[in-house]
Each structure stands twice: as structure tokens, then as C-alpha cells.
């Protein structure tokens, strides 16, 4: 029986494009600024001392770091510290109105349905704790944090380590065979599988590749039953391309 579902966001509750299309340009358009004028503040200068060490750049001054960083978020590296970072620039976004956070209506539909069915649910997502809970508490369709009981990012570790899904388990206090993970990445997938995790692989967009996993294109073609999951098989060629559109078309550029 599935007690808890754990979701990725990017290409599962919301669109690729919202992240590569919104997000990650106003994080690079907005991050020099911000840092030359929060540098000295505790929990940004934690940051930037974390890219030194990452960068293994000791001795480099604010303007190399701000290079080393929007050449991160180029390369759409998964370093924690750049993830902290655009949390916070995401964040000052989001208060200003300037996009809000794309989530499907099938996935929220669905979340507010497992949730009153009494399956706690939580995110695990490379974007940081910060970022996840800005999301989904500044979405197209309000705020939907108190249908979540928890966030999981990088600190917990790599998304396709089987063992990244074994400290989620214990830390939530379920079996593993009481727990979906739901993701558009088969690696991913494969990893939580390896942990004894219930998987179901979303496949939202065109010409997906897709692996042994059930299968479903939206969130209620996800059933939960006693035993796990039943996806519903699909041909991916086949989507309507127009369901992929991002959110957050208002933003200010």
C-alpha cells in the first residue's frame, strides 16, 4: 500500500520550459546584482565561500565568483551552492510579482486528492528546499505548500544514487515499498527503484524516451492501488505539444 508519494518538479508538476525559459534567465540576469549588494550578509557569504570550494578558486574575488556562477547556471550544473543562490534571487522574483511558479493543473489537482486521502507527499528536486517551497508557494494556482509535508534537494544527495532515496525513506519513516516516486528521468527512476521505491515515470513531452517503469502523462492517469502503481501506457510521439506551453508567461524580463 502507498503511504507517501515523492515528486520531482521540472517535467513532472511543471513545465521544463518554466525553469529554462524563466527561471534560470533571471537568476543569470539578476545574480550579479544581487550579490555585489548582499555579499556581506551571513547567509550569502556562506555561498560564496561554498563556490570558492567548489570551484577550488580560494583566492577569487566577487566579480571571478559571479563569472564561475553564471557560467554554472549555463551549464545547468547541479553545485548546492549556486542552487542557494538562485533560491534567493528567485525568491526577491517572486514577492516583486515579476512570474510565478508553473504547476500543472493535473498535478495539483491530484496532490490535493492523495493528500486528502491521507498520503503524505513531498518534493525531491535538485533546485534547493528554498527554491521548491517558493514554487509551489507563489504557483499559477496559489499556494500549495500545506499540501506538502517536506522538501528533499541535493543535501540529501545525487538524484540518480540509489542511496539518496534510502535516507528520504528513513527520514519520512515509511518502507520503501510504501513510497511512489514520480519523475520524467529514468535515471532517476532507476535509482529509486533500486531502493525499493514504487516508481511511475511522467512523460509530458514529445519523443520522450521512456524505460521499464509504468507510464502515465498526467498526474490522474497515476492510480495507486494496494500494491503500487499502475501507469498507463502511452505513446510519447504522439503528445499534444500544446500542453507544454510554460507557466508564468507574465514575467517581467
Request: charged fraction near 25%; proline fraction near 4%.
Given at each position: 500500500m502507498i503511504r507517501a508519494i515523492v515528486t520531482d518538479i521540472e517535467g513532472t508538476t511543471g513545465s521544463i520550459a518554466f525553469v529554462h525559459e524563466v527561471l534560470f534567465p533571471y537568476a543569470r540576469r539578476h545574480l550579479g546584482a544581487f550579490l555585489r549588494r548582499h555579499h556581506q550578509q551571513a547567509e550569502v557569504a556562506r555561498q560564496i565561500e561554498a563556490t570558492r570550494e567548489e570551484a577550488a578558486e580560494?583566492?577569487?574575488?566577487?566579480?571571478?565568483?559571479?563569472?564561475?556562477?553564471?557560467?554554472?547556471?549555463?551549464e545547468d550544473r547541479k553545485a548546492t551552492p549556486l542552487k542557494a543562490l538562485q533560491g534567493m534571487v528567485w525568491e526577491a522574483g517572486y514577492q516583486a510579482?515579476?512570474?510565478?511558479?508553473?504547476?500543472?493543473?493535473?498535478?495539483?489537482?491530484?496532490?490535493?486528492?492523495?493528500?486528502?486521502?491521507?498520503?503524505?507527499?513531498?518534493?525531491?528536486?535538485?533546485?534547493?528546499?528554498?527554491?521548491?517551497?517558493?514554487?509551489?508557494?507563489?504557483?499559477?494556482?496559489?499556494?500549495?505548500?500545506?499540501?506538502?509535508?517536506?522538501?528533499?534537494?541535493?543535501?540529501t544527495g545525487p538524484k540518480r544514487e540509489a542511496d539518496s532515496y534510502t535516507r528520504i525513506v528513513e527520514a519520512i519513516s515509511q518502507a520503501p515499498e510504501e513510497v511512489l516516486f514520480l519523475s520524467d528521468v529514468i535515471a532517476e527512476l532507476d535509482a529509486a527503484r533500486a531502493a525499493g521505491l514504487a516508481t511511475c515515470q511522467l512523460v509530458r513531452e514529445p519523443g520522450m524516451v521512456t524505460g521499464d517503469h509504468p507510464v502515465a502523462?498526467?498526474?490522474?492517469?497515476?492510480?495507486?492501488?494496494?500494491?503500487?502503481?499502475?501507469?498507463?501506457?502511452?505513446?510519447?510521439?504522439?503528445?499534444?505539444?500544446?500542453?507544454?506551453?510554460?507557466?508564468?508567461?507574465?514575467?517581467?524580463?
Open positions: 580560494p583566492e577569487a574575488d566577487l566579480e571571478r565568483l559571479i563569472a564561475i556562477l553564471e557560467g554554472w547556471i549555463q510579482g515579476d512570474f510565478t511558479g508553473h504547476v500543472y493543473p493535473d498535478a495539483a489537482e491530484a496532490l490535493r486528492h492523495w493528500q486528502a486521502a491521507g498520503i503524505a507527499l513531498y518534493v525531491y528536486s535538485s533546485g534547493s528546499v528554498q527554491a521548491q517551497r517558493l514554487l509551489f508557494g507563489h504557483s499559477d494556482l496559489g499556494d500549495l505548500t500545506p499540501l506538502l509535508a517536506g522538501y528533499f534537494d541535493t543535501t502523462t498526467r498526474f490522474d492517469e497515476v492510480s495507486v492501488d494496494g500494491m503500487g502503481v499502475d501507469g498507463v501506457s502511452v505513446d510519447p510521439s504522439g503528445l499534444d505539444e500544446a500542453r507544454f506551453e510554460s507557466g508564468g508567461s507574465d514575467v517581467r524580463r
